[in-house]
């Protein structure tokens, strides 16, 4: 069999090095993960596409023992993009006494990575929801008796002003059931309909708009072509509320907040361990500092929050309402911005788009 027709239909990415660090010979697999045709790559240096302190030394190491390295999760930089990839950089020589090539195998793992991480995200966060419920409903039994208790010593008390000590207790109460019953989510159906999200999105816009707060300059980037979607109008326009609302408060002190939306017609989008043939994409950008380090692997779970004054069930609660749509939220970046993607997947009976095709 022709050796160069099975480097062509090898999937991973391989890339002969030479002597001066330069690409001698790429196969169909590197054009693709580069996003360069071979005319392109051939001569150039490998560190002008790699640059990565591990990789390098990994390669000199190589080179001088002829050793084989396998390299795990090593994060490179691919048209601004980070691409998690696993590399595989082993000596080639074909007389002794020659300094080696280096033959490097590259496997990108984003789509893995992606899945594993969105697998974890949403097993803990169904365990924190169930905790939750739990821990809320145990609070919200003895609420109800401390507002009627407060209602009855209400009835008794003829002082003004100890009245207002139980319009306290009241008024306290009514306030942590409330709270009580957002960490428990919402159990009403789902009452879909066909629509245009930007419809949701606009409402949104408005929504804010007339917020006291600051100024708003909102940059649309909306794809006019996208098919109806099934969604609960209401829910759904809670979910990008929720989102909307935390990239203002994030520009807060700033003269003008800015946001951006956009969306997008994706094709086979893994969801939820289940990969669907369509789906559609709303980004939410906005130019606020940022989510913290320590906060971006927790960002969804309940009651997780960078504010003082924050409850921390905006997202907690977005993410719910986008899984019960059999969607999911991620957090991303958008040209270097803080992005909030929020992924729902066309139904196999919504314009005939096709069926979920299981992991």
């Given at each position: 069999?022709?050796?160069?027709?099975?480097?062509?239909?090898?999937?991973?990415?391989?890339?002969?090095?030479g002597?001066?660090?330069?690409i001698?010979?790429?196969?169909?697999?590197a054009?693709?993960?580069?996003?360069?045709?071979?005319?392109?790559l051939?001569?150039?240096?490998?560190f002008?596409?790699?640059?990565n302190?591990?990789?390098?030394h990994?390669?000199?190491e190589?080179?001088?023992s002829?050793?084989k390295f396998?390299?795990?999760?090593?994060?490179?930089e691919i048209?601004n993009?980070p691409?998690l990839v696993?590399?595989?950089?082993s000596?080639?020589?074909?007389?002794r006494?020659i300094?080696p090539?280096?033959?490097?195998?590259?496997?990108?793992?984003?789509r893995?990575?992606?899945?594993m991480?969105?697998?974890n995200?949403?097993?803990?966060?169904q365990?924190?929801?169930?905790?939750?419920?739990?821990?809320a409903?145990?609070i919200?039994n003895?609420?109800?008796?401390i507002r009627?208790?407060?209602?009855?010593l209400?009835?008794?008390i003829k002082?003004p002003?100890?009245k207002?000590?139980?319009?306290?207790?009241?008024?306290?109460?009514d306030r942590?059931?409330r709270?009580?019953d957002?960490v428990?989510?919402?159990?009403?159906?789902?009452k879909p309909?066909?629509l245009?999200?930007h419809?949701?999105?606009?409402?949104?816009?408005?929504l804010?708009?007339?917020?006291?707060g600051p100024?708003l300059?909102?940059?649309?980037f909306?794809?006019?072509?996208?098919?109806?979607?099934e969604?609960?109008k209401?829910?759904?326009?809670?979910?990008?509320?929720?989102?909307?609302g935390?990239?203002?408060?994030?520009?807060?002190?700033?003269e003008?907040?800015v946001?951006?939306?956009?969306?997008?017609?994706?094709r086979f989008?893994t969801?939820?361990?289940?990969i669907?043939r369509?789906?559609?994409?709303?980004?939410?950008?906005?130019e606020g500092p940022?989510?913290?380090?320590d906060?971006?692997?927790v960002?969804?779970?309940?009651?997780i929050?960078?504010?003082?004054?924050g409850?921390g069930?905006?997202l907690s609660?977005?993410?719910e309402?986008?899984?019960r749509h059999?969607?999911?939220?991620?957090l991303?970046?958008f040209?270097?911005?803080?992005?909030?993607?929020v992924?729902?997947?066309?139904q196999a009976?919504?314009n005939?788009?096709?069926?979920?095709?299981?992991?």
């Amino acid at each position: 069999m022709n050796s160069e027709l099975v480097l062509e239909s090898l999937e991973c990415a391989v890339l002969l090095i030479g002597l001066e660090n330069q690409i001698e010979l790429v196969n169909i697999a590197a054009e693709t993960l580069f996003c360069k045709s071979r005319r392109v790559l051939v001569g150039i240096s490998l560190f002008e596409l790699v640059d990565n302190s591990v990789v390098t030394h990994s390669i000199a190491e190589c080179r001088e023992s002829n050793a084989k390295f396998t390299l795990r999760e090593i994060e490179l930089e691919i048209l601004n993009q980070p691409t998690l990839v696993d590399i595989t950089i082993s000596a080639v020589s074909s007389q002794r006494g020659i300094e080696p090539a280096i033959l490097m195998e590259i496997n990108s793992i984003n789509r893995i990575s992606r899945f594993m991480k969105e697998k974890n995200q949403l097993e803990r966060q169904q365990s924190f929801r169930l905790m939750m419920r739990g821990l809320a409903h145990e609070i919200k039994n003895p609420l109800g008796g401390i507002r009627g208790a407060a209602q009855l010593l209400d009835r008794e008390i003829k002082d003004p002003s100890r009245k207002e000590l139980t319009d306290i207790l009241i008024k306290e109460a009514d306030r942590l059931t409330r709270l009580v019953d957002r960490v428990m989510g919402s159990r009403e159906q789902l009452k879909p309909k066909r629509l245009n999200i930007h419809e949701v999105l606009e409402h949104v816009v408005h929504l804010v708009t007339v917020n006291e707060g600051p100024q708003l300059r909102v940059n649309r980037f909306y794809d006019p072509a996208l098919p109806e979607i099934e969604v609960d109008k209401e829910q759904m326009i809670q979910a990008i509320l929720n989102i909307v609302g935390n990239a203002i408060e994030a520009q807060e002190g700033k003269e003008t907040a800015v946001i951006g939306l956009v969306t997008k017609f994706e094709r086979f989008v893994t969801i939820n361990q289940v990969i669907y043939r369509q789906a559609l994409k709303i980004q939410i950008w906005d130019e606020g500092p940022g989510v913290p380090a320590d906060l971006k692997e927790v960002i969804f779970d309940p009651l997780i929050t960078s504010r003082p004054e924050g409850t921390g069930l905006g997202l907690s609660i977005t993410q719910e309402i986008a899984q019960r749509h059999k969607g999911v939220v991620q957090l991303e970046e958008f040209d270097g911005k803080t992005c909030f993607s929020v992924y729902l997947p066309y139904q196999a009976k919504e314009n005939n788009l096709g069926k979920p095709v299981n992991v």
